[in-house]
């Protein structure tokens, strides 16, 4: 179950917070996005501190694909029906910005970085490219539509992104933490202002961001209502032919597709947190049909964040908490959104301009339709029979039987089958499992 960034790699070692610790900013979380925030904010001037309830890239950081692109699917269609040129121009300008940042940052390190392209693909269905590559001009973006590609099985084509880039996430972790001060092991209980209380210390700070993957800090900013959590499974393949480029399926639940080394990673297999998917089964399915010679050296699973409106939540946290800010809901694309929030927030802690700030304000307007739906898929689980509740709103936990967990449908978290708590929103573990 280990990914095969966490058993490639290796993370330095930093102990707990024993007493107290002083920063210009505190963040919380120590994924891509809290230890870039810091390593950001370090760089322009500021003192910083970390504290990570558990180590470094433990939560989904450890289970990404690692792909750094602008290019999330067919989104920037949709993006421009939705929301306008605008915000879709925006959107794509703010990615391809961390993008740049994030390959500068890789390039200098010894992390495996790579350029390549990356490919969203259709199996069947040419309009759908059509109609994104259109929206692109539109964006002024140079996208070209490809046929013909590497990949197993057949496809009408796909649109190509050129010159995005794949890394390994570890080793880059690894170089940028050193410099860092981070106390692992470290759960913030609660903030009073922008001082956090943990178990055995106390941080002051002028500020504080909160990179917890699904905010977590109080019902304030009412995050549980505007995004919801996805999993999605992973598999390395050793012994496939070796593939140029990245991939991705148009549609829905279709499967993902980049080479790391030797190995090839397949991923897909989704689904809502708590609710049923094809998971691993379904892609061991695809590779005993595709590549019936490859060995399956690793499994692993991610978890991701998952916004309402297809827009990152990058921004003060709430009205109601001054001089704290969030980065959430990245929609599967946590490694070249981590870069961009990064900018935004050092750019609003220094009280300077930033192109993006409004774009991502997480108090921004959200369609009353889709925050109705979301609500309505938790209400069912709210509702609903259950020997097991979740401590973080009491909504009925389902067996996961792949994992052996128990996942709440609600907003993610889940739990050993112990009662342990593998993720958030839920503030800690269920001691009556035991
Ligand atoms: Fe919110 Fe379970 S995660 S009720």
Same mark, same amino acid.
């Given at each position: 179950m280990?990914?095969?960034?966490m058993?490639?790699?290796?993370? &330095?070692y930093?102990?707990?917070?024993?007493?107290?610790?002083?920063a210009?900013?505190l963040?919380?979380?120590?994924?891509?996005?809290?230890?870039?925030?810091a390593w950001t904010?370090q =760089?322009?001037?500021l003192? *910083?501190?970390?504290? #990570?309830?558990a180590?470094?890239a433990?939560?989904?950081?450890?289970g990404t694909?690692?792909?750094?692109?602008?290019q999330?699917?067919?989104?920037y269609?949709?993006?421009?029906?939705?929301?306008?040129?605008?915000?879709?121009?925006?959107?794509?300008e703010a990615?391809?910005?961390?993008?740049?940042?994030?390959?500068?940052? /890789?390039?200098?390190?010894? *992390?495996?970085?790579?350029?390549?392209?990356?490919?969203?693909?259709?199996?069947?269905?040419?309009?759908v490219l =059509?109609?994104?590559?259109?929206?692109l001009?539109?964006?002024?973006?140079?996208? #070209?539509?490809?046929?013909?590609?590497?990949? &197993?099985m057949?496809?009408?084509g796909?649109?190509?992104?050129?010159?995005q880039a794949?890394?390994?996430?570890?080793?880059?972790?690894n170089?940028?933490?050193?410099?860092l001060?981070?106390f692992?092991?470290?759960?913030?209980r609660?903030?009073?202002?922008?001082?956090?209380?943990t178990?055995?210390? $106390?941080?002051? /700070?002028?500020?504080?961001?909160?990179a917890?993957h699904? &905010?977590?800090?109080r019902?304030?900013?009412g995050?549980?209502?505007?995004?919801?959590?996805?999993?999605?499974?992973?598999? /390395?393949?050793?012994?496939?032919?070796?593939l140029?480029?990245?991939?991705l399926?148009a549609?829905?639940?279709?499967l993902?597709?980049?080479?790391?080394?030797?190995?090839?990673l397949?991923g897909g !297999?989704?689904?809502?947190?708590g609710?049923?998917g094809?998971g691993?089964? #379904?892609l061991?399915?695809?590779?005993?049909?595709?590549? &019936?010679?490859?060995?399956i050296?690793?499994?692993?699973?991610a978890?991701?964040?998952?916004?309402? @409106? =297809?827009m990152p939540?990058?921004?003060?946290?709430?009205?109601?908490?001054p001089?704290?800010?969030?980065?959430?809901?990245f929609?599967?694309?946590?490694m070249?959104?981590?870069?961009?929030? /990064?900018r935004?927030?050092?750019d609003?802690i220094? !009280?300077?301009?930033?192109?993006y700030?409004?774009?991502?304000?997480p108090?921004?307007?959200?369609?009353?339709?889709?925050?109705?739906?979301?609500?309505?898929e938790?209400?069912?689980d709210?509702?609903?029979?259950s020997?097991?509740?979740c401590?973080?709103?009491?909504?009925a936990?389902?067996?996961?039987? =792949?994992?052996h967990?128990? @996942? *709440?449908?609600?907003?993610?978290?889940r739990?050993? #089958?112990?009662?342990?708590?593998?993720?958030?929103?839920a503030p $800690?573990?269920?001691?009556?499992? $035991?």
């Amino acid at each position: 179950m280990k990914s095969l960034w966490m058993d490639t790699g290796h993370l &330095p070692y930093f102990p707990p917070l024993w007493g107290e610790a002083k920063a210009d900013v505190l963040v919380i979380g120590a994924g891509m996005a809290g230890i870039l925030c810091a390593w950001t904010l370090q =760089q322009a001037g500021l003192s *910083c501190v970390v504290a #990570e309830a558990a180590t470094i890239a433990s939560g989904a950081t450890g289970g990404t694909s690692a792909k750094i692109t602008a290019q999330h699917g067919l989104i920037y269609h949709t993006l421009l029906q939705t929301q306008g040129k605008a915000r879709a121009k925006g959107y794509l300008e703010a990615n391809r910005m961390g993008l740049e940042a994030l390959s500068a940052l /890789a390039a200098s390190l010894d *992390c495996d970085f790579q350029r390549e392209d990356h490919i969203v693909y259709s199996l069947t269905d040419s309009t759908v490219l =059509q109609r994104e590559l259109s929206a692109l001009e539109i964006l002024g973006y140079p996208a #070209e539509l490809v046929t013909g590609l590497p990949l &197993p099985m057949p496809t009408a084509g796909g649109i190509r992104f050129p010159n995005q880039a794949r890394f390994h996430p570890i080793q880059f972790l690894n170089a940028i933490a050193q410099d860092l001060t981070i106390f692992e092991n470290t759960p913030v209980r609660r903030l009073s202002g922008t001082t956090a209380f943990t178990d055995h210390g $106390r941080i002051q /700070a002028k500020y504080v961001i909160a990179a917890t993957h699904f &905010p977590f800090l109080r019902l304030a900013g009412g995050y549980f209502l505007k995004q919801y959590q996805q999993r999605s499974y992973v598999i /390395a393949l050793k012994g496939t032919p070796r593939l140029d480029g990245m991939y991705l399926g148009a549609q829905p639940n279709s499967l993902s597709f980049r080479m790391q080394g030797d190995f090839l990673l397949l991923g897909g !297999g989704g689904h809502r947190t708590g609710q049923q998917g094809g998971g691993w089964a #379904e892609l061991e399915r695809f590779a005993g049909t595709h590549y &019936p010679h490859a060995e399956i050296t690793h499994r692993w699973a991610a978890q991701d964040c998952m916004s309402l @409106d =297809q827009m990152p939540y990058i921004g003060p946290y709430s009205h109601r908490m001054p001089g704290v800010y969030v980065a959430t809901g990245f929609n599967k694309w946590g490694m070249t959104t981590a870069m961009a929030a /990064a900018r935004i927030l050092r750019d609003q802690i220094l !009280g300077r301009e930033n192109p993006y700030g409004q774009l991502f304000s997480p108090s921004r307007h959200m369609p009353p339709s889709r925050a109705m739906a979301n609500a309505g898929e938790a209400a069912k689980d709210f509702f609903a029979l259950s020997p097991k509740r979740c401590p973080h709103l009491g909504c009925a936990l389902r067996w996961n039987p =792949q994992e052996h967990s128990w @996942d *709440c449908p609600c907003h993610g978290s889940r739990f050993s #089958e112990t009662g342990k708590l593998l993720d958030n929103p839920a503030p $800690r573990s269920r001691k009556e499992f $035991r």
